[in-house]
């Protein structure tokens, strides 16, 4: 079964900075999509960016980007210019190409400090 | 107009009691899950239903009996209810086969038994 490892419990970040947070999966597919999760106080669970494998190219979202190494089964979320609104717990989620499965890992809780 | 909708958002009850969640999504995908966030945030995977049919039913007590009248729908009873069940429930519906790949879900039920 895949796994989904995120190796950083929370981290901490100052107002308009950049903080990357990590993920990394196990998998013997080669076509698959990634996700970054969102879940603030609120505990609504919000879709912050999808990748899909076969993409070499970086997906972005406005101040979200991610860093996709599928050699290195790496997939890290970059949030430039943070704000106060962005702090949550983010998960990463894969999903296997076929059969509709989805994995998450264990979250990472982000500060953003005024 | 509300996506994945999840009723009741808040469940407190006494241990022993029986209760249901229920979850309905308007977006037409085939595939909903139930999935149970405990207090360290990690999200479990309990069962997911593709077109009306059971196809992942993780280990979970037997008190715990999803059902699915239509695609459209997934409910979720709980018989003599612990205070380990104490946890939020989130619905998730997904489509398999095509974009968009990623999960939607619920804004959650925190069940608080007593």
């Known amino acids: 079964a895949q796994t989904v490892t995120q190796s950083q419990p929370e981290m901490s970040v100052q107002e308009a900075e950049t903080v990357t947070l990590s993920c990394t999966y196990d998998t013997s597919e080669s076509d698959y999509y990634l996700f970054w999760y969102k879940q603030p106080p609120s505990r609504q669970m919000i879709l912050v960016i999808r990748?899909?494998?076969?993409?070499?190219q970086n997906a972005t979202e406005n101040r979200f980007s991610v860093n996709f190494q599928k050699a290195a089964k790496s997939f890290s979320l970059k949030i430039s210019d943070s704000q106060l609104g962005d702090a949550a717990m983010y998960f990463c989620?894969?999903?296997?190409?076929?059969?509709?499965?989805?994995?998450f890992g264990s979250g990472t809780k982000l500060n953003v400090k005024p | 107009d509300t996506a994945v909708s999840q009723t009741p958002k808040y469940l407190v009850t006494q241990m022993g009691n029986d209760k249901s969640i229920k979850c309905e999504q308007n977006l037409g995908h085939d595939t909903m899950y139930w999935y149970k966030q405990d207090s360290k945030k990690f999200l479990k995977i309990m069962f997911s239903y593709n077109n009306k049919e059971l196809i992942i039913n993780e280990t979970v007590p037997n008190r715990f009996s999803p059902k699915s009248p239509d695609k459209a729908h997934l409910n979720l009873h709980i018989n003599s209810l612990e205070l380990g069940d104490s946890a939020v429930y989130f619905c998730?519906?997904?489509?398999?086969?095509?974009?968009?790949?990623?999960?939607?879900f619920g804004p959650g039920t925190r069940l608080t038994v007593t």
């Open positions: 990748q899909e494998a076969y993409k070499q």
């Open positions: 998730a519906s997904s489509l398999e086969g095509g974009a968009p790949y990623e999960q939607y």
């Open positions: 989620a894969y999903r296997t190409y076929n059969f509709n499965k989805f994995y």
